[in-house]
Nanobody, 115 residues
Framework: QVQLVESGGGLVQAGGSLKLSCATS????????MGWYRQAPGEQRELVAT????????NYADSVTGRFTVSRDGARNTVSLQMNNIKPEDTAVYYC????????WGQGTQVTVSS
């Protein structure tokens, strides 16, 4: 059974930094793509950043471009999100995502940004 487990969420002041990590288990192959989505209260889940296998192709939401950096370890099937210059509007539950024939999701980790 494939599992994705996030870590690194918490409370951070606006302008600060935070790094999210996602560890996976139960997967025999490298995911085609991995990344992060987020969902704020009352909002739909939205893409934050994704990265393809090989680590050379990335995709970012406009709202985080230049502030967040996604990276992955293909051999270990892990993915991280470095969040810099965090803003209050980044407050959300952040979900690790992976794709290999189907979508896989973690349980989510809360990020709260105080102004």
């Amino acid at each position: 059974q494939v599992q994705l487990v996030e870590s690194g969420g918490g409370l951070v002041q606006a302008g600060g930094s935070l790094k999210l990590s996602c560890a996976t288990s139960g997967m025999m192959f490298s995911f085609n793509a991995m990344g992060w989505y987020r969902q704020a209260p009352g909002e739909q889940r939205e893409l934050v950043a994704t990265i393809e296998n090989g680590g050379t192709v990335t995709n970012y939401a406009d709202s985080v471009t230049g502030r967040f950096t996604v990276s992955r370890d293909g051999a270990r099937n892990t993915v991280s999100l470095q969040m810099n210059n965090i803003k209050p509007e980044d407050t959300a539950v952040y979900y690790c995502w992976a794709y290999w024939g189907r979508h896989y999701w973690g349980q989510g980790t809360q990020v709260t940004v105080s102004s």
